[in-house]
Nanobody, 121 residues
Framework: QVQLVESGGGLVQPGGTLSLSCAAS????????MGWYRQAPGKQRELVAA???????NYADSVKGRFTISRDNAKKTVYLQMNSLRPEDTAVYYC???????????????WGQGTQVTVSS
């Protein structure tokens, strides 16, 4: 069974920084793309940033220049460094990953449980 476990959320003042991490565990053969999404109250879940297995990245326009996604393939972990945080960044942040489980030929998408990020003075 594959699990994604996030950590690093919390309360931060506007202009502050937070770092999120998401570690995959279980019987994993390979991990393709990994990403971070967020969902604010009353809004749809949206892509924040994504990274391929080779390190190519993609960002939502609203976070470009402020957030950085990275990954450590050996640790099966994806990170999100968030700088210059704004109140509108407040949301539950979810990581996801495209995983081929051991013994499987199929790519499945797994999600973490979510971590709350609150930006407020």
């Amino acid at each position: 069974q594959v699990q994604l476990v996030e950590s690093g959320g919390g309360l931060v003042q506007p202009g502050g920084t937070l770092s999120l991490s998401c570690a995959a565990s279980g019987s994993i053969s390979s991990i393709n793309g990994m990403g971070w999404y967020r969902q604010a109250p009353g809004k749809q879940r949206e892509l924040v940033a994504a990274i391929t297995s080779r390190g190519s990245t993609n960002y939502a326009d609203s976070v470009k220049g402020r957030f950085t996604i990275s990954r450590d393939n050996a640790k099966k972990t994806v990170y999100l460094q968030m700088n210059s945080l704004r109140p509108e960044d407040t949301a539950v942040y979810y990581c996801n990953a495209g995983v081929v489980a051991s013994g499987s030929y199929f790519l499945e998408v797994y999600w973490g449980q979510g971590t709350q990020v609150t930006v407020s003075s």
